[in-house]
């Protein structure tokens, strides 16, 4: 059992309250996930030649200490790339000029038990054990601003409780899943994909399916294509919770075994497991609210 929450906003100026709106519907969640917890905040994109690259420190033997304005000098020493960085505690967004993997590689080679969360223009990715109310405090999300965000609290059932086994997962750039429930054929879709060299980083069920749908999204699939074919090869009890750029997904499977309500204004798009997580949010007595129907797709742009 998990908890999932996601919050778009439509009108501009709830931008800057995004994550004041989003730190009462994570807490909501604890109940339903108090091992972990973590989010994935869509900002104003870079242009396009630059990226942001979310790191974790924390199985680093500095963890919250760790250097990283010697992480950027370094960059800049060893591959001329000059880095701006924003630290928060053991988590950092670093962005640069370049394309990313080079970037990466070098982080992997140097620093490898630094954890790259993200890459992207517009995403910021954080997640770390904890309770929802532990790691909102540790990061700071109700200063967070943007325009929409996917966030999870969970309780582990199917591998270790680890930062790296949190939600949000992420794969290629600007792409991110949460996920309440279980898949009954991971393993079926991680032989399909190691081959066209698509790496896994951990055990965790929900890595098979985000790296399965950003996948189709590189093949060519937009987004509801992408999760056409997901309904067709992901076996399982699931809703899964997705972020772009500019859209918030939102799906269950055939049997809709695992609990999701909307509530939609004309102000914002709110998503959680459970109404308790949306009844703090502004005008919810006028909201639209329902529950998603099996095996149907949300699709909402911000």
């Not at 270790?160 to 309440?180: I, K, Q, S, Y």
């Not at 750029?245 to 914002?268: G, H, M, N, S, W």
Request: some cysteine; hydrophobic content about 40%; overall charge negative.
């Amino acid at each position: 059992m998990c908890g999932i929450v996601g919050l778009l906003v439509k009108n501009p100026a709830l931008k800057s309250r995004l994550g004041e709106l989003m730190v009462p519907m994570l807490i909501g969640m604890t109940e339903r996930g108090p091992d972990s917890a973590g989010l994935a905040v869509f900002t104003d994109p870079l242009a396009e030649g630059e990226r942001k690259i979310s790191l974790y420190s924390g199985l680093t033997e500095e963890g919250e200490d760790f250097n990283w304005l010697g992480l950027a000098h370094e960059l800049k020493q060893h591959l001329g790339v000059e880095a701006r960085i924003a630290p928060q505690g053991n988590h950092a967004i670093l962005t640069v000029g370049i394309a990313p993997e080079p970037v990466k590689r070098w982080i992997k080679e140097h620093h490898p038990k630094l954890h790259i969360l993200s890459t992207g223009r517009a995403i910021d990715l954080y997640k770390d054990i904890g309770t929802p109310t532990e790691v909102s405090n540790r990061y700071d999300f109700k200063h967070l601003t943007g325009t929409h965000l996917v966030g999870h609290t969970r309780m582990a059932t199917e591998s270790a409780v680890t930062p790296d086994r949190a939600h949000p997962f992420t794969a290629g750039e600007d792409f991110c899943l949460v996920h309440n429930g279980s898949l009954s054929n991971p393993y079926g879709v991680r032989r399909m994909l190691e081959p066209r060299g698509i790496k896994f980083e951990t055990d965790n069920d929900t890595e098979a399916a985000c790296r399965f749908l950003e996948w189709r999204l590189r093949e060519g699939d937009d987004l509801e294509t992408a999760l056409q074919k997901g309904f067709e090869e992901l076996d399982g009890f699931y809703t899964f919770l997705m972020g772009t750029p500019d859209k918030l997904a939102l799906i269950r499977d055939p049997f809709a075994c695992k609990p999701a309500v909307v509530a939609e204004t004309d102000d914002y798009v709110a998503i959680a497991s459970e109404f308790r997580s949306l009844a703090h949010l502004p005008d919810i007595k006028n909201a639209k609210v329902f529950e998603p129907a099996p095996e149907e797709m949300y699709v909402w742009t911000a």
